[in-house]
Structure formats: C-alpha cells, structure tokens
C-alpha cells in the first residue's frame, strides 16, 4: 500500500504572510485600554474580549465559522499558566461550541489545541484553542482537485452572527 498526500493549497497564503511578530499579541494590543474600547476590532474580526482572554475568526479556515480562543499572555507553555486564564479560555470554549451550534447550527464541534511546531501549530509560540463547526456530510474534496475552497455563506455575515452571538451574553 502507498502512502497518500493530501493537500491544503488555500492554506499556503498563511504560511507566506507570516509576520516577524506575533500576530495575537499584536491583536491583544489592538484594545484601547484608555477609552475601554476596541481600535479595529471588527477589521481583525475579533468576536470577544474578557478578561484574560479573546475570540477571533480563523482568516484562514478549514471550515467556514472556525474561530480561535487565545490568552492574552503570550506563551507556548500551558503547563504554567495561570488558573484563572485556564478557565477562562475553558469556559469560553464551552460557552463557544454552544454559540456555534446555536448560531451556525453546527451538527458538532471539533476542539483543538496544537501545542508546539512538532504537534502542527501554526503559531507555535502563543497557545491557542480551535474551535471548528462541523455539519454532516461536510466532506468536500473540491480543495482538493481544484485548489479552491467552497464555503456555504459569506465570511463577513458568519463573523456578524458568531459577534453578536456573544455579545448579547458578554
């Protein structure tokens, strides 16, 4: 039996657009702590901020929806993080995959956390959580065969639902 290769060709835009700096610190950064309110929130498609931690859409993602919970601390190092950011980001996860499938209608929810380049992290150096919404029969091979991503609706109004959705409740 030969080993097969998938490919992820939409993806390689993310990889050649890699700043020098941390793309989460930078938008962590982006919050005007004088005026208590976001620069450009919405051009970094940010969906919440807390206290120790924010959501923001996945630019880049498998599956239209994909967002990321990130702490602001800048680590690579869940072993010595704070318990009250740890629990933060759990329950901002848990809380996530209820808006995902009560706002996308999401059949199910893979949840993810890539720990270091070795286990596939593509910003190794600052921890984060995926969350993916995930609807049955979403297998499409069309990347695949023809270097194109097909998603079901506009990135734009998936970012508005999944915002609102948690600003009613923060």
Not at 140 to 160: C, K, Q, W
Request: charge should be neutral; hydrophobic fraction near 40%.
């Amino acid at each position: 039996m030969s080993l097969k290769h998938l490919h992820a060709p939409w993806r390689k835009q993310y990889f050649t657009d890699k700043k020098q700096h941390c793309v989460f610190c930078a938008m962590s950064k982006s919050f005007d702590d004088a005026k208590m309110q976001a620069k450009n929130d919405d051009e970094n498609f940010i969906l919440f901020r807390a206290k120790h931690c924010f959501g923001v859409m996945n630019l880049y993602p498998y599956v239209l929806g994909e967002f990321m919970v990130i702490p602001y601390l800048h680590t690579d190092n869940i072993e010595n993080l704070d318990e009250k950011i740890w629990f933060e980001m759990s329950y901002f996860v848990r809380f996530g995959t209820g808006i995902l499938k009560s706002a996308l209608n999401a059949g199910g929810v893979n949840i993810g956390m890539n720990l270091g380049a070795a286990a596939g992290a593509g910003i190794a150096e600052h921890i984060h959580y995926h969350l993916v919404p995930r609807y049955a029969r979403d297998t499409n091979f069309i990347t695949t065969i023809a270097s194109s991503r097909v998603h079901g609706a506009p990135f734009m109004d998936e970012y508005l639902k999944l915002k609102d959705a948690f600003n009613s409740v923060i």
